[in-house]
């Protein structure tokens, strides 16, 4: 593999257009007798290569790349599991991809639209759904938009949010956003919300409400969430749930029925959609009847006289984002429900579990497993005791040269040297033995040959960043 492929700008001969623009036949015109000045260009960078060179560019790039269809992608908190084509297709129809949200006939869309939301109802047991968030982040602020308005129309002043520090880092930021100063509970040594410690931070008062991430960031579900919800409950404040991680879940059990208030889902992570590198995604929100008015408009009916779209929402937190969200995400989403059916759903989440389980029991043989209980869809190993000094991201380096992505490192914060893996459902155990295999051979590296691995990776296009540089300048070109 060659990373130092040149851009396509810079293939080909001197930019003459020689190869690709037939002669013209027509009666030519004066370009300036038809376009306004400002729109007239004096240079078309347009390189000058054939069919043959595009394809193969590419081609090249593509093998550079690595993603879901090239082999396991156990990015902990990702949920990077194969989308299956049909998705792919049935977003490509041009019924779907050439459909404009201000046409006049969009009935199939609405219905799409309406459906899934009745379908997301009832896997998570909310009684009526906002499609519009375009990311689970962009959920999270909108759920704490409607908390804020809902308290706001009561009268009631609360600006602050208990936070537990195993949800996810978007959980804070969303809520720093929505205006909320944060309370951060510790986890206990089982990575669970200790209840004596939520008690004391609500009896500090002014507090709206809990958002909890569950499963949470280390891969554990609560076990006492009834009795989180319901102690937030008898103290005023209404509970969010981070349904990012709903993977494991599905057809299990549903965050309405554990007390919550609202929730958002993940599309692009529990509902088989391509994503990674900033989207696009989709992060519908769920709420109880009781929050149903907060919603953003406009919201999708079923009346008498079939769908309509209801703008009247007085109120509602109004409009997060243009139309209806991403309406391709959404359709992907449906299909994968769709072609899954309950039962297949239902399986999705008890494999997803039992992968993870399979892959931790192995993997806890070599690697430090700071939280050694069941876990949900992902679990946490860190680099204490590792040899020579070797570290997560050494690991994590190398095995990018065995042809694997590497596990998330680094996160979440309450494992130090955290590397968190989540191998999802789509993986075989063929795959998942190869994926152990070469973290043990890794692990016997680092007590033989730990220069490999500081020095890694070795066999990729490009060898081992200034990670922070990396990052903040990135070099883009030559
Ligand atoms: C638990 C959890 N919450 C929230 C998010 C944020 O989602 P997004 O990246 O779509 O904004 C993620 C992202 O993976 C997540 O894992």
Known sequence: MDANELLIFNKGNELVHQNFIPKLDIKSEKIEEILPKNLIRDE???????????????????????????????????????????????????????????????????????????????????????????????????GLLIIKKFFETRGIVKNKIIIPDSAHGTNPASAKMAGFSIIELQSNKYGEVPLDHLEYALEQGDVAGIMLTNPNTLGVFDRQIKDITRIVHEHGGLCYYDGANLNPMLGICRPKDMGFDIVHLNLHKTFSTPHGGGGPGSGPVGVTNELIPFLPIPCILSTDKGLVCDYENHESIGRIKAFWGNFSIILRAYVYILSLGGNGLKRVGQIAVLNANYLKTLLKKKYHLPYDRICQHEFVLSDKYLPNDITTEDIAKRILDYGFYAPTIYFPLVVNGALMVEPTETESKDSLDKFVEVMNQIRDEALNEPEKLKKAPLNTPVGRLDAVNAARKPILHD
């Open 44 to 142: 078309l960078r347009i390189p000058d290569v054939s069919e043959v060179e595009i394809v193969r560019h590419y081609i090249k790039l593509s093998k550079i790349n690595y993603g879901v269809d090239s082999g396991i992608y156990p990015l902990g908190s990702c949920t990077m599991k194969y989308n299956p084509k049909i998705n792919e297709i049935v977003a490509r129809m041009t019924s779907f991809s050439k459909v404009h949200p201000l046409q006049d006939e969009n009935e199939g869309a609405l219905e799409i639209l309406y459906e899934i939301s009745q379908m997301l109802g009832e896997i998570t047991g909310m009684d009526g759904f906002t499609l519009q968030p375009a990311a689970g982040a962009h959920g999270e602020l909108v």
